[in-house]
């Protein structure tokens, strides 16, 4: 295993929502990962966000880890759930909320 893979292991295990991304939840650097840290701090649940760009052994890393060529990347309790476009329709029709709700991820009072 690369370090790479360690570490994004030990994110996707030790946190029950990751977010992959580039930049950070506070100063998103791409309007897809912005479009997921909106939809996140919407929903209420406390996550991770791991900024890609500090890393490129991170960046290939998590593509390969997850076998999906895009980032971000949201993982929820250990799965990888998608990128942007199926987050964003996940939310759209409820199905996100009812997944953190099926995983035990609590969302903080709005």
Not at 19 to 24: C, Q, R, V
Request: net charge negative; with cysteine.
């Amino acid at each position: 295993m690369t370090d790479a893979h360690t570490l994004i292991d030990q994110d996707v295990k030790s946190n029950d929502v990751v977010l992959f991304m580039k930049g950070t939840p506070q100063f998103p650097q791409c309007g897809f990962s912005g479009q997921i840290v909106q939809v996140l701090n919407y929903v209420g649940v406390p996550y991770k966000g791991v900024n890609v760009l500090e890393d490129p052994a991170l960046r290939d890393g998590i593509k390969a880890y997850s076998n999906w060529p895009t980032i971000p990347q949201l993982y929820v309790k250990g799965e990888f759930v998608g990128g942007c476009d199926i987050v964003r329709e996940m939310f759209q029709a409820g199905e996100l909320q009812q997944l953190l709700a099926d995983k035990g991820v609590v969302a903080k009072a709005a």
